[in-house]
Structure formats: C-alpha cells, structure tokens
C-alpha cells in the first residue's frame, strides 16, 4: 500500500527527533526508574517531550516504547503491561502531535530484549519472537505511521524483531538501525555492507546506524551505508558524542552547532532520515532544523506561528501575551458597541445586513448574544464566524454561556472560536431554561460565569482544566457583565469583584436609564474599575415595552418617571426612547470608556440614532 512516511522520503530528507530518556533524566527521572511505564504514570511529562522535539522542527516523533517489551519490562514487575505501554506511548505522541497541529509522523520505537539470545543468553528465538509480536501488535492498535526498530547490537536479534513486524502486519514500514563500535562493526562482528544486506532481505524499509557512536564515527559508517543500501533510503540517529560521567550524572559534549554540521554532511551523503540519540535535545534538533532548511521540501517546512511549550509555572500564571486589540481600543477612545441577536431560524440576512450598517456608520464592536433569555435562537458562535469572515476588521464580542455547555463542552467550543479566529469573549452564566421557550429543559450549569473566566485565563496560559497543554496560548480578551441597578447591589458587587479577580478585563453593563443610578453604582463602587468598563443603554420603543422590560425581565430596572415619560409620549414612544437613551449617553459619557447599545426587536437604526450627534464628542472626550 502508498505509504506517506516513504512518500514524505522520497522527497527529501526527514528530521527525527532526539533523546527521550535524556530529556526524561533532565527533567527529574532516575536512571532506576522504567522510563516506558511513565506512559501511565506520568503521560503528561512524555507528552511534553514530544511537544519539545515538534516545536524544535521534528517531523518525526518516536514513541516512548523502546523497553516495552515482557522481556526488558520483566525486570519491574510489568511484563504483563507491554502491550498496554505500547499502545498508550503511541497515544502520546499522536496527542502532542495533535496539539502542536503538525503533520509529524508517530514512529513506534522498538529497541532490544535486554536479554541475550542464545546461545550468548538465555532468551530462545521463539520467546523473543513472542516479545517482538506483543509489542508491534500494541503499536499497531495506538496508530502509529512507521515502526522504528533501533539500538540492536545482535543482527539475529534485529531480524527476528523484522519478523515479527511483519507477521503483524504487511502495511506499515519499518526503519531497522544497529549499534555499532569504534571498529566499524557490530557487537558479533557484522559489517555494515552485511547489515545493510540482511535488513533489507528481511524487509526493512529504511536500513541506518543509531546510539553508540557520535557524529564523526557515524558520518565514516554511513558512507558504507549508501554504497550498500543501493537506493534503499538511509537513517542516521547518532549520540551526542561519547558520554562522560561527571558529578553522578552523564554528559554528552557535542553541541547542538557540531551536531547541525553533521546533518548537513550527512544529508550530502545521501542521509534520508537524521535525528539525535542518547545526549541529543531539542536545541540540536532545533539547530540541525536550521541548517537543513534550504534541503527540506516546502510541504515540509512550518507554516504560521511556532508552537510554543510552556513551562508550568507560565502557564499556571496566565501567561503573558501582547493585549488584545479590544482592550487597546477600549483604552484608546471611547468605544461604541451594538449588540445583534442570532436570528430564530436559518436565514442570515437581516442579522448580516445589520452588521454592515455598523460598520458602515463607523461602529467600534458588535456584541453577538448567545440565546437570550433562554429561547432558542442560532448558534451565537456560528453568526460571528460568518461576521468575522465577511467584516474581518469588526471587533467581535461572543456573548458565551455556562447554561447549555458542561466543562468538556465550554472548552472545546472556545478551542474552536480561537481557531476561527474569534477573540472576545463576555463570560456570562446564562439566563436560566425557566424563562425560555424549553421551560422544562435540562440546564447543564457545571460553572458559572467567574468559573468560565478562569477556564478562559487558563487557555490564554496554555493548558486546558486538567492541566493539558493546548499547544500555545490563546489570546482572548474577557469580559464579564454587572448589573449596576440591581436590587441587592451589595451581593451584585461582591460577585462583580469576585469576576474581577479571576481576571475580567473589560466590562459590560445591564441597560441602565438614568445617571443617578450610575453614579450611585460607581460611588458604591468606589470609583471606575481599572478595567474598561461600558455603560449598557437599551432604547425604549414605547410604554408597553418599559413596562414589560421593567415588570418581566429579569435585572432591569426602568425608573418611574422614565416610565411615565414613555407613557406620556404615546404613539412618540420610540422617538422619545431614542432622545431618552441619547441624553443619558451624552451625560454618562465621561463616566466611562464607552457605551454597549442592546437593539429592540432588531431595530439597529435606533441605536445609530442615539449616537447622531454625540459620537464624535464622546471619542474626544476619551482619546
């Protein structure tokens, strides 16, 4: 069958990874410790190391599964896990590669028994065999692309590994490497041109020299290696130079600089797939990336930002990123934001057609509302995908809920609106089933709207609610809301507070009519928050409609007289409400950094109404 490791070969030359038990040392694992049952133990330290070597340029990522074998695993008490660890290190390396978004191949590492075959030791072909097929089979079901078969010093023991693979399946290529000494041969006296001719009878794909040596001794081997693999594509994984035991611990001396040097040697020799052995890191990797470059194919090259691997403590901080442009142009001038309602049904055009009007008529933001008051209405995400799309320049506020979404849910959908390219976000929890058209409905609720600020934050940091790298930090800017004419507003404002301190960066009020009732909120307050904060002005269409915002929707309140006003204007009432809302806009405007518009009943030209005149005034005021 087409293979797209041999494919990808075929083209240029591949870069490996490097060290897995090098960087698992580094990174507090003993030598004593069985590094593969880490797969269990401790996945999200391999998996960071897969992520480590992507960042760095790898293309390709071996499994941490090179003792996963009952013979090796034995030893610790774990022959019976073999198959397991096999599986779940590919699992690893296929979730990093996921999260990093490249097109990396997952090669499952198989290495030695641990043991000699006879009748040097006391493990028989047949028991190896068994060893060899259990740990392919595991790979085989975790999904690997290639099967790496590296560090044998034993041509006999490397054979029947070949076998093995290949009684498991016929379909996967296999990369088969030996260890070999200063004097050019293996452990029993094998020459490369005998190597070389017994892998590839054997079946092996890729035929090449891993461990042992160090670049130098490596480059002499491969030049015999090319000769004898006569088109048979070459691999090349050696260490860091010969280890030295310093101060308890061994040390690699060869630079990530020498080891670039060898793989631009080595891929002039004909080398088709290079990496890094014992002492190699992701800064040789990184080097040797570098100066392949110019050789690499373009599919192969990075495209966009690079990955970024977090350490943990930048992570559990949050993270620090350039600020958002909401939040710069929030600070800048005195921003003007029209709320729009996803449509009850399919069509788009209305909606689609309010969104141009706001950005024709200079418009800062549009605010798309995620199913108000609990009635079913079109995705809120999906309506600001496709604004985003068409008005690519509009700042886009997604109004986002606790209400319908549980904690796997709230994390993927911000997953994807980031992707989409959607980047503010207004943390709310959500009106409840109660008040909408499903009074019966299920509510999910597993947060609440400060909860959802600290999921947010922690994505910008990089890692998801358990911990697990998202594969860089996102960039949302959060909101939360406040209802300043709240009854208890006592209770409001210790919750207001409490949003505050789990991050909010900007906020957004629930329509407020009239300035005392503002300015009784900021003295309650105790002045206007650090954050930018908008005052929310909903213009009243007739008296019914104060009557019925003030008497059935919950957190808003219509004052006395505002409702008498409406009253008195009869059938003026939506005139009045536009005058109304455009008085409290021009006397609140120094009271804050700008102003959130909430259109009645999909009347945007009243909101463009309340800004005639007022506007330009209000954005000098602020500038």
Not at 89 to 108: D, S
Not at 375 to 384: E, Y
Not at 398 to 412: E, F, I, K, P
């Amino acid at each position: 069958m087409p293979s797209p490791f041999l494919d990808r070969l075929s083209k240029g030359p591949l870069l490996a990874d490097g060290a897995m038990g090098t960087l698992l040392f580094q990174k507090g694992i003993p030598f004593e410790r069985c590094f593969d049952e880490l797969n269990l133990t401790a996945p999200a330290l391999v998996e960071e190391i897969h992520r480590e070597y992507l960042a760095a340029g790898a293309e390709l990522v071996e499994t941490n599964t090179f003792g996963a074998n009952a013979i090796r695993l034995s030893a610790h008490g774990l022959d019976e896990k073999a198959r397991m660890l096999a599986r779940q290190g590919v699992k690893l390396a296929r979730n990093a590669r996921e999260v990093a978004g490249t097109t990396a191949f997952v090669a499952g590492s198989m290495g030695p028994l641990g043991r000699a075959l006879e009748p040097f030791g006391p493990v028989s072909p047949a028991e190896a065999t068994v060893a060899f097929r259990a740990q392919a089979e595991g790979l085989l079901e975790g999904g690997l692309d290639v099967f790496v078969l590296e560090t044998f010093q034993d041509l006999n023991e490397i054979l029947l590994a070949l076998r093995a693979v290949h009684a498991v399946t016929a379909e996967v290529p296999i990369v088969a490497q030996m260890t070999f000494g200063t004097d050019g041969k293996t452990r029993y006296g094998h020459t490369p041109a005998l190597v070389v001719r017994a892998l590839k009878q054997a079946g092996a794909n890729v035929v090449g020299v891993n461990c042992g040596l160090g670049p130098q001794a490596t480059l002499e081997l491969l030049e015999q290696f090319v000769a004898a693999a006569d088109g048979t594509p070459v691999s090349a994984m050696p260490n860091a130079g010969l280890p030295q035991f310093v101060e308890g611990r061994y040390v690699y001396l060869s630079s990530p600089e020498y080891f670039a040097d060898f793989a631009a040697r080595a891929t002039a020799l004909g080398v088709r797939l290079v990496g890094g052995c014992c002492g190699t890191t992701p800064a040789h990797i990184r080097a040797m990336r570098e100066r392949l470059a110019s050789h690499l194919p373009a599919e192969s090259l990075p495209s966009g930002a690079e990955v970024r691997v977090l350490e943990p403590a930048a992570a559990e901080s949050g993270g620090e990123s350039e600020e958002p442009s909401l939040l710069r142009l929030m600070r800048s001038r005195f921003a003007v934001s029209v709320e729009i309602d996803p449509p009850r049904g399919i069509q788009t055009q209305k909606v689609m057609a309010g969104a141009r009007l706001m950005a024709e008529r200079g418009v800062d933001c549009i605010n798309i509302a995620d199913s108000p008051m609990a009635r079913i209405r079109m995705s809120a995400m999906s309506l600001a995908t496709q604004i985003h799309r068409e008005l690519p320049a509009m700042e886009l506020i997604l109004h986002y809920t606790t209400r319908d979404r549980n904690l796997m849910a709230l994390q993927s959908e911000l997953l994807g609106a980031h992707a989409v390219g959607l980047r503010n976000i207004l943390c709310l929890t959500g009106d409840p089933p109660s008040l909408g058209d499903y009074p019966n409905m299920t509510a999910v609720f597993d947060t609440d709207s400060v909860g959802l600020i600290h999921i947010v934050r922690q994505l910008n940091g990089g890692t998801d609610q358990a911990g697990s790298s998202i594969g860089g930090r996102t960039a949302f800017a959060m909101g939360c809301g406040v209802n300043p004419t709240a009854e208890d507003l006592k209770t409001e404002l210790e919750r207001f507070q409490r949003k505050l301190d789990a991050g909010a960066q900007f906020v957004m009020t629930q329509p407020v009519y009239e300035l005392e009732s503002w300015k009784r909120f900021l003295d309650e307050l105790g002045g206007t928050p650090k954050v930018p904060l908008l005052i929310g002005i909903l213009p009243l269409q007739s008296f019914r409609h104060a009557e019925f915002l003030h008497n059935e929707v919950p957190g808003i309140q219509v004052p006395d007289w505002i409702r008498r006003r409406m009253h008195d204007a009869g059938n003026e009432g939506q005139k009045v409400g536009v005058e109304l809302a455009r008085a409290l806009l021009a006397e609140a405007r120094d009271l804050a950094n700008g102003v959130y518009l909430m259109p009645s009943f999909g009347r945007y030209e009243n909101c463009l109404e309340v800004l005639d005149g007022v506007l330009n005034g209000a954005r000098g005021r602020r500038s």
